[in-house]
């Protein structure tokens, strides 16, 4: 797993450089619209530097893209099944959180799901993103306990729970027990 995590970092970096440059955007540019350092983002493109959840969001709301778009890859289609070796990890270095992404690569579905393992403690904000306005998410809990902090309400999930939110304005994931969580994040990118 560890190799994985270590080759996802290389592939972070190497789609973030593609994604910048098909947007035609330089460093300084991708800066100013994400509020991420330039020097951050060319540690980031040479794989010296892992993001954080919310770093990465924050580039991505630069890119004009949701984080799952960004995990997707531009490839063709391919098979419609996903064999969990084959799908991509990644980890937030700041929390330690597990991105699991488990939908099948490249399919003609306006649907994600990744599962998430979320440690113990662990926190992640999210800023709001106008992007995001038109995007849904089903929070569904398997396992431990996990407060989703939206701008209205916070909302303790309890296993088999499961949140549905509209994923433009900020919000927070915040597992409050000494215990790690476990849930599936369903995205939706279009109404």
Request: aromatic share 6%.
């Amino acid at each position: 797993m560890e190799n994985q995590i270590a080759e996802i970092e290389i592939v972070i970096g190497e789609r973030l450089k593609a994604l910048r440059a098909s947007a035609g955007l330089s460093l300084d540019q991708l800066a100013e619209r994400s509020g991420v350092s330039r020097a951050m983002i060319s540690r980031i493109e040479r794989a010296e530097a892992s993001p954080t959840a919310a770093l990465l969001a924050r580039l991505c709301e630069g890119l004009g893209l949701s984080l799952s778009s960004f995990f997707a890859p531009d490839a063709p289609m391919s098979s419609p099944l996903s064999r969990r070796q084959d799908q991509r990890l990644w980890r937030d270095p700041t929390t330690g959180y597990l991105r699991r992404s488990v939908s099948p690569p490249a399919m003609p579905s306006p649907v994600d799901i990744v599962e998430i393992e979320f440690p113990a403690g662990a926190r992640v904000s999210f800023p709001p993103r106008e992007e995001s306005r038109v995007m849904t998410q089903h929070v569904w809990l398997f396992e431990g306990v996990l407060d989703m902090v939206l701008p209205q309400e916070t909302y303790r999930l309890q296993p088999g729970d499961c949140l549905f939110m509209d994923i433009g304005d900020a919000f927070e994931f915040h597992n409050p027990s000494d215990r790690p969580a476990r849930y599936a994040v369903i995205l939706n990118r279009g109404r």
